[in-house]
């Protein structure tokens, strides 16, 4: 049974900036579980409002394993940094069929709130 897809696209990518408590850390994550039994190569692609895509980012994702990526730490061999309220898309491009949800930690307000963007397959 084929589980997962190759294409995901998550539109709503948006960084919001620090809250008054440190000990809150404030972030966006994107979830990536491979449930084949192969190695999957993903692609990141960061599609940005006023500036050209940046592609280019790679994970490599054992089969039967999943992976955090923190989309507040530096990406990619190259270390790039999103920064705080920037608007942006992830096109995740993988090799083999996967699943993958994004998330984002909002801490700004006293009741900080933890939320799943919706993504698109394909």
């Known amino acids: 049974m084929k589980i997962g897809k190759k294409n995901w696209v998550f539109c709503d990518g948006y960084l919001p900036p620090k809250g008054d408590n440190p000990e809150f850390e404030g972030h966006e994550a994107l979830m990536l579980t491979n449930l084949n039994k192969n190695k999957a190569r993903i692609e990141l692609v960061i599609v940005f ?50 699943c993958a949800c994004f998330g984002r930690l909002d801490v700004r307000q006293t009741n900080m709130s933890y939320y799943s963007v919706e993504g698109y397959a394909f």
Not at 58 to 69: F, K, P, S
């Open 49 to 98: 409002e006023d500036r050209d895509p940046i592609d280019g980012i790679w994970v490599d994702l054992d089969g039967m394993r999943t992976t955090c990526v923190r989309m507040d730490k530096p990406l990619g061999k190259d270390g790039l940094v999103l920064g705080e309220s920037v608007q942006y898309t992830v096109w995740v491009k993988s090799d083999v069929p996967i």
